[in-house]
């Protein structure tokens, strides 16, 4: 999952980044509302968290231009002001959530978590692919109820999978979504992390269908019956 947080005070954008990291989100971090602008319309988000004051542009705006540019990505409003019209002003705007400074990062998480917990193959917070199944909650995978331990960087690429099973994923949409925007990343890194879950989720189940697919000339999908 990625997420892209615009927030002038590098403090909080630099804290926010470094937990959501640890619960293993992609994250880009900017500091100025043209800046955020600009990699919301270009960049793959699956949320968005946003201050209200900002340089350049303010939060109001960069909310309202993206709905009216058919960003449909949710937002999550970010103000020091707990006055009832900054929040109507930034849910008018189009924001989807709203959480005042200063705020637990526990909320945080779990508001970002309600945002992005749209996934068409799975209930509640439980996703799966055939015998697989993984705990967006738990950070638990497990496939015939065998415990499965990944990476960070692994149980991001296996949600990303999940999260679109069935569909077929190129090097560059999962690179995306996985790595930061400015991560030094090349397509062959996709191939090895492909190869880090198989050795985890397919080859010790022989007696399985494997899972994850290779599409040659195309990328790679997730696909399983019970």
């Known amino acids: 999952m990625r997420v892209l947080i615009v927030e002038d005070e590098h403090k909080i954008a630099n804290a926010v980044k470094k937990g959501l990291e640890q619960e293993a989100y992609a994250v880009d971090a900017v500091y100025d509302g043209e800046s955020g602008f600009d990699l919301a319309l270009t960049g793959a988000y699956d949320v968005i968290i946003l201050d209200l004051m900002l340089p350049k542009m303010d ?12 960003v449909h990505t949710p937002i999550l409003m970010l103000t020091a002001k707990g ?12 924001a989807d ?20 917990r749209r996934p068409r193959n799975s209930v509640g917070s439980i996703l799966t692919a055939g015998d697989l199944s993984m ?11 065998r415990p499965i331990a990944l990476s960070r960087k692994e149980y991001a ?14 090097k560059d949409q999962i690179i995306n979504q996985v790595w930061n925007y400015d991560a030094d990343v090349l397509p062959n890194t996709v191939e ?23 599409v040659r000339g195309f990328g790679y999908k997730i696909e399983g019956r019970r």
Do not use: M, S, W
């Open 97 to 116: 959530d709203y959480l005042v400074k200063p705020f637990a990062f526990a909320e945080l998480l779990a508001r970002v978590k309600a945002l992005t």
């Open 192 to 214: 090895v992390y492909i190869g880090y879950l198989r050795n985890k989720i397919d080859k010790p189940f022989r007696d399985r269908e494997p899972l994850i697919r290779t």
């Open 59 to 70: 939060g109001i705006k960069l909310c309202g231009q993206l709905r009216r540019r058919q």
């Open 157 to 170: 690429l296996l949600e990303y999978l999940l999260r679109n099973q069935g569909r077929i994923l190129t």
């Open 135 to 145: 705990n967006t909650l738990t950070f638990e995978v497990k496939r015939a109820d």
């Open 83 to 94: 006055r009832l019209n900054d929040k109507v002003q930034g849910l008018n705007a189009g």
